[in-house]
């Protein structure tokens, strides 16, 4: 750090902490005393003032943490106050860029990652969209180390990544693989790419990082607004999300709802004796030892952001409904690029738990099995971008509405598309619309995953 005089003992973590707790309430135009905000007309990083005007250490990209006496490293980051009032990061942490020509050679406790962040000072500020970067305020500082129980499931996410690259598919990498710790795309655009050992493919370049899950949920701890209801289904147990769910389903596979609620001893049947619409959450939520039908309470879900999806097989073996995801506006995706898409960061970032149940010879509904499942890459960026491409174009070009009879048919991708992804309606009924650019309403629509390819993974 030079001769520069410090305001703290640079070999003490309290030390450090005490001094941070003094950016609290100052805005970044009050912190910047190099002016990086003004010469760069407000495009300067939040993190380097902090470092640099703050901290009074040199901007550098070094491969030991920030404050490398303690092992400390340091990261400003944003939250946002939601239209419901909850409070939500605003991204993920985005943390050391990966070498994949030296990281799979190292193990866990050895890795760039875990040399660099394992102590990490979060500096979070509140982000608002009508203030420019000066104006943005530090709310709160604290030091994040990872627990026991969260330790388990990074060191797992670590070991995913890892075995990609040492599988030669370093190019293939999601951030939907795995749970906590992910792999972010890093650099300017898609050419951003770096070499591989095992492969002769470029691959795109990536950072570790922490999910925004995963930050939001460390965030509703840290300020105190956690729902109350959330619950932890690892704590005490020293496993991973996968072991646990095996772990807690394995012993009711091949048997009936009946079955499972008579082992449960619950009844979730409805007065009249027909099961509500929500009976498979409710079979899910007892089976994993929870009170409440809300599987968004489970810490462990928010963190890895993993959606729930009921997949059922007929008796003939096949499925009968596609599977949709949420609306999208005409009037917005348009503005949109395929590598920044809402759709593309959806099945990037997320995780699904697919519940499959299965009709036996005899008509009755067993529950097969559980997994979970995210989309792989290179079905990510052909088969559903091709979708969304040719969804955009036709919306761009003007989307061309027929009718027949009482119904109303369009030229947008429907289920013969690819045999992956199409769109169809998402909507309470016809008059629920959004938009066209040219001012037409046409009925709210989704993406879908087909049926058959539902059912290929499930299978496989």
């Not at 905000?37 to 993190?47: E, F, T, W």
């Not at 996410?157 to 075995?163: F, L, M, R, T």
């Not at 690892?234 to 091949?254: H, P």
Request: one cysteine or more; glycine letters at 4%.
């Amino acid at each position: 750090m030079g001769d520069i005089k410090l305001n703290y003992n640079e070999n003490s973590i309290d030390s450090i902490m005490e001094y941070a707790q003094g950016l609290i309430g100052k805005t970044f135009g009050e912190i910047d005393t190099n002016e990086r905000l003004g010469a760069n007309k407000g495009k300067g990083n939040l993190g380097q003032i902090v470092e640099e005007s703050y901290f009074g250490y040199d901007i550098n990209s070094r491969a030991e943490a920030d404050f490398s006496k303690v092992g400390v490293e340091l990261k400003v980051t944003p939250f946002k106050i939601n239209k419901n009032k909850t409070i939500s990061a605003k991204e993920r942490l985005v943390l050391n860029i990966i070498n994949y020509m030296e990281e799979y050679d190292k193990s866990f406790y050895e890795s760039s990652f875990w040399q660099k962040n394992n102590k990490i000072l979060l500096v979070f500020y509140q982000w608002k969209k009508e203030l420019e970067k000066k104006d943005y305020t530090v709310k709160d500082i604290m030091l994040h180390e990872f627990s026991e129980e969260d330790l388990i499931v990074i060191k797992e996410d670590w070991k995913i990544i890892i075995n990609k690259i040492k599988q030669g598919k370093a190019h293939e990498i999601s951030e939907g693989d795995t749970n906590y710790l992910a792999a972010c795309p890093k650099g300017a655009n898609k050419s951003s790419v770096r070499q591989q050992p095992f492969s002769d493919k470029l691959a795109m370049q990536r950072a570790y990082s922490l999910k925004s899950s995963y930050m939001t949920s460390l965030l509703r701890k840290r300020l105190g607004v956690e729902d109350k209801e959330v619950v932890s289904i690892l704590k005490g147990t020293k496993m991973t999300i996968e072991q646990l769910l095996e772990s807690k389903f394995k012993k009711f596979y091949g048997k009936s709802i009946d079955d499972i609620c008579k082992e449960l001893d619950i009844n979730i049947y409805t007065e009249s004796g027909k099961l509500p619409k929500n009976y498979v959450q409710m079979l899910v939520s007892r089976i994993l030892g929870l009170t409440t039908n809300d599987l968004n309470k489970i810490e462990e879900f928010s963190k890895a952001n993993i959606k729930f999806k009921t997949v059922r097989i007929e008796k003939n073996g096949k499925i009968k409904q596609h599977m949709s995801f949420p609306s999208f506006k005409y009037k917005e995706i348009i503005k949109e690029d395929w590598y920044n898409s809402s759709l593309r960061n959806l099945f990037e970032e997320q995780k699904y738990l697919f519940v499959v149940f299965k009709y036996d010879e005899n008509n009755t509904l067993r529950l097969e099995k559980i997994m979970l499942w995210n989309m792989p890459i290179n079905v990510l960026d052909t088969y559903v971008k091709d979708t969304w491409e040719e969804t955009v174009r036709v919306i761009k070009e003007g989307v061309k509405i027929e009718i027949k009879g009482k119904k109303k048919y369009d030229n947008l991708p429907g289920p013969k598309f690819n045999g992956i992804c199409h769109t169809r309606p998402h909507a309470a009924n016809s008059e629920d619309t959004y938009e066209l650019p040219d001012s037409r309403k046409l009925v709210k629509k989704c993406f879908w995953l087909d049926k058959d390819y539902i059912l290929n993974i499930v299978n496989n």
